[in-house]
């Protein structure tokens, strides 16, 4: 058995129990007196600032009175109306930058209301209790392709399925679930619940998953929109940016999504290897997950090193926390100029960085970190545009998720406009789900 | 810090805080604990005559309304007088007081509507060296149903029969206990006043059903799936209260005639209140039975220092003070005009107020797209509901307009000179101003 002193890349330094302890739910679920003293704090603000700063808004304060007068079931409910993956925002959402931050408690007392935690009260409470809670209204006869299993795709094909039309989704992975099943940290979806959202998701009927296909490998967008009414592409973004530092491909350097994705989908996380010195280069979510599981695997010293300042930061303050609280080191103003190592990794070498008020720059001095892994959480890029037009790096959009091409719709992280969280890509699947339905119905 | 002793119909108590008949006095030992804790005074909970005593139920006795976080708002029960015997209740009062002769020992009395049962209770009372009586006319529950409690204070003529045996068969002082269970609370005070008695206590509990279990189809607290109406107390009884002893306090018949201020207390604050409305001194029941006999530290500090703060040296002082300003409604001042005023450094933007005033008043609030929330004075009629679901205390206020300034809402200068609706020209049986 190894320990967090155990020199290079070693499996097993935390022992199983102590592994399951820190991989176990972030935020444990509300019990229900916790529920009930936590939802007995919302106003019942009229038209409450929580709902404008939700991306799918939800009825926030209707359903916390629902919690309140003891119906978690109806509460459910009034969340997935609008959000049909609100289990897995209540886990994922960075609430502190949203709803929270918008509570009128938290103007009031720097306590908001738990929204987040509510909502996970709720819903697990309806989706442990009945079986799906939406019916499908009449066959329309309409077929719809869905790219990509991820949260657009799928809160997209489940409004389609809803309204009568008949969906199938593509997705390049063995599983659907999208960055839910693969890009987030364990301890905010334990006990495989990505898995059974899906499954329970699926359970409106009409809806056929084919994984292990990709967009350009077996089925293209041309061939789509030939065999289909309608497309939507929620595919993600499938590529990594590369650091452009010497020594970039030495053994110990990857990507901090594979990384992740990798311990997502371990079946046992004591065998999982981990370096005793792990830095992790970027500054937002991915970073923070990657650095935190890092350490809860047992890294003896991990660094994110962040080209600029803790405010130009993407993760947010509560994640920033969070790393700290795990004894993770949040370096700042310090950018990768040089990987080190005969084969594999030893050292990183960083040049810190300054911002004048005309760019960023390098004051020439250099800083050099021990690294047996290097995590690279710099970005991703679209890697499948289908041919359509792009805004900057993104596929454009207007309206609810209209491509350049007529019949083709986007949204998520694939596609322009909106924060890349799972929140607003749900938001963007639903949208672009009424505006096909209204399409195809011939009602636009 | 002032001096909270207090003299109430000459039975001296170090504050004016005293336990109400009810569960927390039924026994030695609880009584005890409360002058421990610092209460100023017991009443015991009731006495019934020689013989078996009641029973009760062998299931839950109360029921509970809430508020926000489970704060117990108001509590209902269905408890009979005391269960114990009466010769062991006796010998506890006379063992407590002997220990205790500083604090106040009332003990609560409801026997049988003769003569006889009341002259050959009373001696025995008497015994113990407790300092005077409770008539308990006001128990609306199983003891009505036997010609007792309610059953007596719902019948002026009762009251005052009932009270005149006792001041003739005890020498010391004899409150009477009313129900609130009645529409006129005026008539049984002047009969018990009429039969002698020294003070009226009030309220008892008020006829209550607190929820209904829609599982069972029960009553709440159910008993074997059926419930009975028991006695509401606590917070939620408050206003019922002070409006009942403000009635007694100016009504020129009872006028003067002392009064122990009892429903729903639960802070130095509602006892203030209950004072100045007419009180001579307080009893509490149900903030008792839900924090403990410590709350009463809480009601001693607080008074003791707001009455220091308003310059107050003695409780007496405090005694009526509001009651000339209880009046009818028809000598409120209508040339009175104040208007609504949202401060924006407090305003937590939760736009309460404004679904308040839009849904259900006079549209007087606007809302802009920042969530600004302001008084529009054209249509404010200052009806305070804002103020009242505002989470913020003291974040929006009534303020006053000055004579001379122009009401935007009636488009009329605000008058300096007192005007009633007696006088107002709308008013069919207007009088003439003199």
């Given at each position: 058995m190894s320990s967090p002193m155990t020199p290079g890349i070693a499996a097993a330094r935390l022992p199983a129990e102590i592994l399951g302890e820190n991989f176990g739910d972030l935020h444990a679920p509300f019990t229900p007196h916790e529920a009930a003293v936590a939802a007995d704090r919302c106003y019942f603000c009229?038209?409450?600032?929580?709902?404008?700063?939700?991306?799918?808004?939800?009825?926030?304060?209707?359903?916390?009175?629902?919690?309140?007068?003891?119906?978690?079931?109806?509460?459910?409910?009034?969340?997935?109306?609008?959000?049909?993956?609100?289990?897995?925002?209540?886990?994922?959402?960075?609430?502190?930058?949203?709803?929270?931050?918008?509570?009128?408690?938290?103007?009031?007392?720097?306590k908001p209301v738990e929204i987040g935690r509510l909502q996970r009260h709720a819903t697990d409470t309806l989706m442990a209790k009945q079986r799906h809670p939406y019916d499908r209204a009449p066959e329309t006869g309409k077929k719809v392709a869905v790219v990509g299993a991820g949260p657009a795709g799928l809160a997209c094909a489940h409004r389609l399925a809803m309204h009568g039309h008949d969906?199938?989704?593509?997705?390049?992975?063995?599983?659907?679930?999208?960055?839910?099943?693969?890009?987030?940290?364990?301890?905010?979806?334990?006990?495989?619940?990505?898995?059974?959202?899906?499954?329970?998701?699926?359970?409106?009927?009409?809806?056929?998953?084919?994984?292990?296909?990709?967009?350009?490998?077996g089925i293209s967008l041309g061939g789509l929109t030939e065999s289909y009414d309608a497309v939507f592409l929620g595919v993600g973004l499938g590529g990594v940016n590369v650091l452009g530092s010497a020594g970039e491909d030495k053994d110990g350097v990857r990507n901090a999504v594979d990384f992740i994705k990798e311990l997502r989908q371990a079946s046992d996380l004591a065998a999982l290897p981990i370096g005793r010195d792990v830095v992790v280069i970027g500054g937002g979510m991915t970073a923070v997950d990657a650095a935190v599981q890092s350490k809860l695997l047992g890294a003896q010293n991990v660094t994110i090193a962040y080209r600029r300042g803790r405010e130009a930061m993407s993760a947010s303050t509560y994640e920033q926390d969070l790393a700290a609280s795990k004894g993770v080191r949040l370096m700042f103003n310090a950018q990768p100029v040089a990987i080190h190592g005969n084969g594999a990794v030893r050292e990183i070498e960083l040049e810190y960085t300054t911002d004048d008020g005309s760019g960023l720059k390098g004051t020439g001095e250099t800083v050099r970190l021990p690294a047996d892994q290097v995590f690279k959480a710099i970005g991703q890029t679209l890697t499948t545009d289908g041919g359509l037009a792009l805004a900057g790096?993104?596929?454009?959009?207007?309206?609810?998720?209209?491509?350049?091409?007529?019949?083709?719709?986007?949204?998520?992280?694939?596609?322009?406009?909106?924060?890349?969280?799972?929140?607003?890509?749900?938001?963007?699947g639903r949208d672009a789900a009424m505006d096909i339905h209204a399409t195809l119905m011939g009602s636009n | 810090m002032a001096d909270l002793?207090?003299?109430?119909?000459?039975?001296?108590?170090?504050?004016?805080?005293?336990?109400?008949?009810?569960?927390?006095?039924?026994?030695?030992?609880?009584?005890?604990?409360?002058?421990?804790?610092?209460?100023?005074?017991?009443?015991?909970?009731?006495?019934?005559?020689?013989?078996?005593?009641?029973?009760?139920?062998?299931?839950?006795?109360?029921?509970?309304?809430?508020?926000?976080?489970?704060?117990?708002?108001?509590?209902?029960?269905?408890?009979?007088?005391?269960?114990?015997?009466l010769e062991v209740n006796l010998e506890e009062i006379t063992r407590v007081k002997a220990d205790y002769p500083d604090r106040a020992m009332i003990v609560s009395i409801m026997v049988p509507c003769e003569e006889q049962a009341w002259k050959d209770i009373l001696p025995r009372v008497a015994a113990?060296?407790?300092?005077?009586?409770?008539?308990?006319?006001?128990?609306?529950?199983?003891?009505?149903?036997?010609?007792?409690?309610?059953?007596?204070g719902q019948v002026p003529e009762y009251i005052e029969m009932v009270t005149r045996w006792c001041k003739q068969y005890y020498d010391k002082p004899v409150i009477v206990k009313?129900?609130?269970?009645?529409?006129?609370?005026?008539?049984?005070?002047?009969?018990a006043m009429r039969g002698g008695a020294d003070a009226v206590s009030l309220i008892n509990t008020i006829n209550s059903i607190t929820s209904v279990n829609l599982d069972t189809m029960s009553p709440e607290p159910s008993i074997d799936g059926k419930g009975s109406h028991g006695g509401y107390c606590g917070p939620a009884v408050k206003p019922i209260a002070m409006s009942m002893v403000s009635e007694i306090a100016r009504n020129p018949e009872t006028r003067g005639l002392p009064i122990s201020g009892i429903g729903g207390i639960t802070t130095w604050r509602d006892a203030a209140e209950f004072i100045s409305l007419g009180a001579g001194n307080v009893q509490v029941c149900t903030a008792a039975m839900t924090y403990g006999f410590k709350i009463v530290q809480e009601m001693i500090s607080g008074l003791s220092q707001w009455m220091d703060e308003k310059g107050y040296t003695s409780v007496e002082e405090v005694v009526g003070r509001a009651v000339p300003n209880v009046t009818d409604w028809q000598y409120l001042n209508l040339n009175y005009v104040a208007k609504a005023k949202i401060n924006q450094d407090d305003c937590i933007k939760c736009g309460r107020c404004y679904a308040?005033?839009?849904?259900?008043?006079?549209?007087?609030?606007?809302?802009?797209?920042?969530?600004?929330?302001?008084?529009?004075?054209?249509?404010?009629?200052?009806?305070?509901?804002?103020?009242?679901?505002?989470?913020?205390?003291?974040?929006?206020?009534?303020?006053?307009?000055?004579?001379?300034?122009?009401?935007?809402?009636?488009?009329?200068?605000?008058?300096?000179?007192?005007?009633?609706w007696t006088t107002h020209p709308n008013n069919p049986g207007a009088v003439a101003a003199e």
């Open positions: 009229h038209d409450a600032p929580c709902v404008t700063a939700c991306p799918t808004n939800i009825d926030i304060p209707l359903f916390i009175r629902q919690i309140s007068t003891g119906t978690p079931e109806a509460a459910g409910k009034t969340i997935f109306d609008q959000n049909i993956l609100g289990g897995m925002c209540a886990r994922v959402c960075p609430t502190e930058d949203l709803c929270e931050q918008a509570c009128v408690r938290e103007m009031a007392e720097g969906v199938t989704i593509y997705d390049a992975e063995a599983k659907a679930g999208g960055l839910n099943e693969f890009g987030i940290a364990a301890y905010k979806s334990t006990d495989d619940f990505a898995a059974r959202e899906v499954d329970w998701l699926l359970g409106i009927g009409g809806i056929t998953v084919q994984t292990g296909v990709r967009l350009g490998e790096r993104k596929i454009a959009v207007t309206g609810a998720g209209r491509t350049s091409q007529a019949g083709v719709w986007a949204g998520g992280d694939c596609a322009s406009g909106g924060d890349d969280l799972t929140v607003t890509a749900v938001a963007e | 002793t207090t003299n109430f119909l000459g039975i001296k108590s170090p504050n004016p805080f005293w336990l109400a008949s009810a569960p927390p006095t039924d026994k030695e030992y609880n009584v005890r604990r409360a002058f421990e804790a610092g209460w100023g005074g017991v009443v015991w909970k009731t006495l019934g005559a020689e013989g078996p005593p009641v029973v009760n139920v062998n299931g839950p006795r109360y029921g509970a309304i809430y508020g926000a976080d489970r704060r117990l708002l108001g509590l209902n029960n269905i408890e009979l007088i005391t269960d114990r015997p113990t060296g407790a300092d005077g009586i409770e008539l308990n006319f006001g128990c609306p529950h199983g003891m009505s149903e036997r010609g007792m409690g309610a059953a007596v009313l129900t609130p269970n009645i529409t006129d609370v005026r008539k049984p005070a002047a009969a308040a005033c839009e849904d259900t008043s006079h549209q007087a609030i606007a809302m802009s797209a920042d969530r600004t929330f302001s008084v529009i004075d054209a249509e404010c009629v200052a009806c305070n509901l804002c103020v009242d679901v505002c989470p913020v205390e003291n974040c929006i206020t009534m303020e006053a307009m000055q004579p001379g300034e122009v009401d935007p809402r009636t488009g009329k200068v605000v008058q300096k000179e007192y005007a009633n």
